[in-house]
């Protein structure tokens, strides 16, 4: 019998797309013959993933996982909306949300880990997954959050089942307060989170440079009123309270109540239970939020095979 090279299994997966363990099993059952290993990897639906991975993957689930104080949010995304109702796939976005608890936002590193139940790593058995269902899908991103004393909060919004949706987020609330009362003010900022979708918790947190270009054009919009310095001052120190209105978390409207300002709903909720909490963070993702997906005309797909 042939020696199964790691350079055999190498080329192989180069070769297919497939799996690193199912190119060693197909090297194996093939007495080492590449060829005799495409076709076999062919056969069996291992082979196909490679094809598909030119194709745009925008739709697909975001998954949320807490254990205790550490929390984390994956998404993976497939070609379409189909995919996201697959109970298999279903299975494997929960479990790699689970995975990437301990992977510190490492995409790379949530690929490596060992898939549970399987000899196979989390990507292998995402490669698995494509030749099985037979769309692209890819994992775009991981991230965790954590607190030290206090409560994380977790939310999905158009759940599909436990953990998994179209949006994901997660509050972090520090506090010694009763943890059940704190969870209470935390679901609801996650929902909040979710609805307002804010750029930071608050000013401090915000990135320097984008309050830098806001004021910037702000000061340039008030120049053309042609007031004077300290009144234009005045009105971009304004307008830059809208905007932290809008982008800050803490200096949003809540919108549970639609009155309250989100810092004194916070306060008020310590008060009630016992003890001050403070918003450590969140961590939000928006299914395919940044992907360019492509667009489909139908109408002129018709035409063109009509007039060919």
Not at 58 to 75: I, K, P
Not at 78 to 88: G, H, I, M, Q
Not at 202 to 216: F, Q
Request: with cysteine.
């Amino acid at each position: 019998m042939a020696q199964i090279t790691a350079a055999l299994v190498k080329e192989l997966r180069e070769k297919t797309g497939a799996g690193m363990m199912d190119c060693k099993k197909a090297l194996g059952e093939c007495d080492g013959d590449i060829e005799a290993s495409v076709d076999w990897l062919r056969t069996k639906g291992l082979a196909a993933a490679a094809k598909k991975a030119g194709r745009v993957a925008a739709e697909g689930l975001v998954g949320v996982a807490v254990e205790g104080t550490n929390g984390a949010l994956v998404e993976i995304n497939a070609e379409t909306d189909f995919v996201a109702r697959n109970e298999t796939f279903q299975e494997f976005v929960k479990t790699a949300a689970k995975l990437a608890l301990s992977v510190d936002g490492d995409v790379d590193g949530l690929k490596a880990a060992a898939y549970p139940g399987e000899d196979r790593t989390v990507e292998e058995q995402l490669t698995h997954l494509i030749s099985t269902i037979g769309e692209n899908m890819s994992i775009r991103r991981v991230a965790n959050i954590s607190v030290g004393t206090g409560v994380l909060a977790p939310y999905i919004h158009n759940a599909l089942a436990d953990g998994i949706g179209k949006i994901g987020v997660i509050v972090g609330l520090e506090s010694e307060a009763d943890a059940a009362q704190v969870g209470v003010i935390g679901k609801q900022l996650a929902m909040h989170v979710a609805a307002a979708k804010p750029q930071a918790v608050s000013r401090d947190d915000l990135d320097l440079e984008a309050a830098e270009r806001e004021r910037a054009v702000l000061t340039e919009q008030a120049k053309e009123s042609g007031r004077p310095a300290d009144i234009i001052e005045k009105m971009v120190d304004g307008r830059m309270r809208k905007f932290f209105e809008e982008v800050c978390l803490v200096d949003q409207t809540f919108v549970i109540d639609g009155e309250t300002k989100v810092s004194d709903a916070v306060a008020a909720a310590g008060k009630e239970a016992g003890g001050d909490i403070t918003v450590k963070g969140f961590e939000m993702f928006v299914l395919g939020d940044g992907i360019e997906k492509e667009e489909e005309d139908f109408a002129a797909e018709v035409a063109a095979v009509a007039g060919s």
